[in-house]
């Protein structure tokens, strides 16, 4: 398959486009903008700045992609948004491109669906495999990780990190680390429970999730504390990989501030 761009829209004859890339009607391409094979822009998409998209992406219309980050700092040098591939991104998403706090670059990993008005900021990190539903908005350097799921209206937090195969309920706000394998909701957001039916979906085994659950029961219910709940967790032999990555990932919240284990480094 050759080539589709539409006659009336504006391509920068310095963007790098590769083949069997299908660019719809107004849609505006920048100079610094690369599109990998087999990527689809619907009508009234733009790229600017500093752009790269992997191939097989799906990008529909009056999404915004590398704008300048809305950081009252930044002094506008050339940072970047890098996407992968196979990604779905519905109507009238916007996602910013860096700013100079991190290594500058805003990153999107593979098979991702991002829903419409959703919005990504400056400086996020999200894996593969995530879903942002409807309206739900990224702050500045978030980090969302593999297999998670953020339903309808979500906020959250700058700095803030959602776990792997996590999933936060609608409307809430996400102001600490949402741990991996859990479910949150709230405002603001708290680990309620696992998220069992992510789980199962994903094939977990009945013992992994129980483990999980009793992880959960002694860290969130029964309130023992962390070193506490990793010695009953090994006694009754539940100390799985996925619980030890539980564990550590929320010693490393404890080690932050405001529930935030990424922001540290400001604890000093």
Same mark, same amino acid.
């Given at each position: 398959?050759?080539?589709?761009?539409?006659?009336?829209? *504006?391509i920068?004859?310095?963007?790098?486009?590769?083949?069997?890339?299908?660019?719809?009607?107004?849609?505006?391409?920048?100079?610094?903008?690369?599109?990998?094979?087999?990527?689809?822009?619907?009508?009234?998409?733009?790229?600017?700045?500093?752009?790269?998209?992997?191939?097989?992406?799906?990008?529909?219309?009056?999404?915004?992609?590398?704008?300048?980050?809305?950081?009252?700092?930044y002094?506008? *040098?050339?940072?970047?948004?890098?996407?992968?591939?196979?990604?779905?991104?519905?109507?009238?998403?916007?996602?910013?491109?860096?700013?100079?706090?991190?290594?500058?670059?805003?990153?999107?990993?593979?098979?991702?669906?991002?829903?419409?008005?959703?919005?990504?900021?400056?400086?996020?990190q999200?894996?593969?495999?995530?879903?942002?539903?409807?309206?739900t908005?990224?702050?500045?350097?978030?980090?969302?990780?593999?297999f998670?799921?953020?339903?309808?209206?979500?906020?959250?937090?700058?700095?803030?990190?959602?776990?792997s195969?996590?999933?936060?309920?609608?409307?809430?706000?996400?102001?600490?680390?949402?741990?991996?394998?859990?479910?949150?909701?709230g405002?603001?957001?708290?680990?309620?429970?696992?998220?069992?039916?992510?789980?199962?979906?994903?094939?977990? *085994?009945?013992?992994?999730?129980?483990?999980l659950?009793?992880?959960?029961?002694?860290?969130?219910?029964?309130?023992?504390?962390?070193?506490?709940?990793w010695?009953?967790l090994?006694?009754?032999?539940?100390?799985?990989?996925?619980?030890?990555h539980?564990?550590?990932f929320?010693q490393?919240?404890?080690?932050?501030?405001?529930?935030?284990?990424?922001?540290?480094?400001?604890?000093?």
């Amino acid at each position: 398959m050759a080539h589709y761009f539409a006659e009336n829209s *504006s391509i920068d004859p310095r963007a790098i486009i590769e083949e069997d890339v299908e660019i719809g009607q107004y849609c505006v391409i920048g100079p610094k903008v690369r599109i990998g094979r087999g990527t689809k822009l619907e009508n009234n998409v733009t790229l600017m700045g500093s752009v790269s998209i992997g191939k097989n992406n799906h990008v529909y219309p009056n999404v915004v992609i590398g704008g300048e980050p809305q950081d009252v700092s930044y002094n506008g *040098s050339d940072t970047k948004v890098v996407i992968g591939d196979n990604n779905i991104i519905r109507e009238c998403v916007t996602i910013n491109r860096a700013s100079e706090k991190e290594d500058g670059v805003t990153r999107i990993g593979d098979d991702n669906f991002l829903m419409a008005c959703s919005h990504v900021a400056h400086d996020c990190q999200l894996g593969n495999h995530i879903v942002l539903a409807n309206g739900t908005l990224l702050a500045g350097h978030v980090h969302v990780h593999d297999f998670a799921s953020l339903s309808g209206a979500v906020a959250v937090h700058h700095f803030a990190t959602i776990g792997s195969y996590s999933f936060i309920a609608g409307l809430s706000a996400v102001r600490h680390d949402v741990p991996p394998y859990m479910l949150a909701e709230g405002y603001p957001a708290r680990p309620r429970c696992i998220n069992a039916v992510g789980l199962k979906r994903n094939d977990f *085994s009945p013992q992994v999730i129980h483990a999980l659950a009793e992880a959960h029961r002694l860290l969130y219910r029964s309130k023992v504390g962390l070193e506490n709940a990793w010695e009953i967790l090994r006694a009754n032999g539940q100390l799985v990989p996925q619980v030890n990555h539980l564990l550590a990932f929320v010693q490393g919240q404890h080690e932050g501030i405001h529930g935030r284990g990424r922001e540290r480094r400001k604890a000093a």
